[in-house]
């Protein structure tokens, strides 16, 4: 049984910082590209990070220099470092592992994030 579960969400201040972690199992991990989506409250989910079975990453242009996506195939834990968080950063974060050759797409539940004063 495959399962992505997010942990590491909450309420925090603007310029704050949290640090968002997903545990995968169920799966060959080291094969897939792991992401990061989010979405706010009447929204589309967006891709917010991403990092593939070779390291490469990207970024949504607006969280490029405050947000880091990492991966530890030994563990299947996949995470993203938030800082300078902004109340547009409120939203679900969502988990998403993708193996391309297979196309297979696994989600998580999700977890809150609320950027406020």
């Known amino acids: 049984q495959v399962q992505l579960v997010e942990s590491g969400g909450g309420l925090v201040q603007p310029g704050g910082s949290l640090r968002l972690s997903c545990a995968a199992s169920?799966?060959?991990?080291?094969?897939?590209?792991m992401g990061w989506y989010r979405q706010a409250p009447g929204k589309q989910r967006e891709l917010v990070a991403k990092i593939t079975d070779v390291f490469s990453t990207n970024y949504l242009n607006s969280v490029k220099d405050r947000f880091t996506i990492s991966r530890d195939n030994a563990r299947q834990m996949v995470y993203l470092q938030m800082s300078s968080l902004k109340p547009d950063d409120t939203a679900v974060y969502y988990c998403?592992?993708?193996?391309?050759?297979?196309?297979?797409?696994?989600w998580g539940d999700g977890t809150l994030v609320t950027v406020s004063s």
């Open positions: 998403n592992a993708h193996w391309e050759q297979r196309r297979v797409d696994y």
């Open positions: 169920g799966i060959s991990f080291s094969f897939y590209s």
